[in-house]
């Protein structure tokens, strides 16, 4: 009986110890203290989501930029807008030079015959395809 008993128990503290091994051992400590979540370091490889479509269309040129975000209000002359098709409409505006037309497109102008928004209120438009859309417009006069 005693016997049985030493074997019992050395089997149980055998058993134990083995548990207990496996619990305090690096890996295993490691692998359950280790942070939720992953910090990247700058050099990393980092994976990145690619965006769906990836489009590098650029600049858009100028009639482009004029049909799609000028054209509403300037080819009828719309709230006092200077027709494209209407050379008169122009003259005095040219006459300020090239200059003064891209900085009235790009910054906004208000004059006597209503408001011209800033980039004709197209945020996305960069100041170089609002300088083609009037160098477009002013083609259309010639
Ligand atoms: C919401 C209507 C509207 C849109 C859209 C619009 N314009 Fe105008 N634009 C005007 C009006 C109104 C004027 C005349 C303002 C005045 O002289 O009283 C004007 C004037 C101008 C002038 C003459 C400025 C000057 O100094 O005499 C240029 C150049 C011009 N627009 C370019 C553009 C371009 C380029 C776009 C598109 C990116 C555009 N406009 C979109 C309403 C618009």
């Known amino acids: 009986m005693f016997k049985l008993r030493v074997i019992l128990v050395a089997f149980l503290v055998t058993f134990i110890g083995a548990v ?8 295993s400590v490691k692998e359950r203290t280790k942070p939720t979540g992953s910090v990247y370091k700058a050099g990393d490889d980092v994976p990145v989501a690619k965006p769906a479509v990836v ?3 650029g600049a ?6 004029y049909s799609q975000k000028c054209a509403m209000c300037h080819d009828a002359g719309i709230a006092g807008a ?15 030079g090239e200059e003064a ?5 790009i910054n906004g102008f ?3 015959q209503g408001v011209m928004p800033a980039k004709g209120g197209c945020g ?16 259309l006069l010639k």
């Open 82 to 96: 200077p027709k494209v098709g209407e050379a008169s409409a122009w003259t005095d505006r040219v006459s300020k």
């Open 55 to 57: 489009e590098t269309t």
């Open 110 to 112: 208000t004059g006597s």
């Open 20 to 27: 207990s091994a496996n619990h305090k051992s690096d890996h």
């Open 60 to 65: 858009r040129d100028g009639a482009t930029i």
């Open 124 to 139: 996305d438009c960069s100041d170089e395809e609002v300088t083609d859309a009037v160098k477009h417009m002013l083609e």
């Open 101 to 105: 037309l891209f900085s009235s497109a």
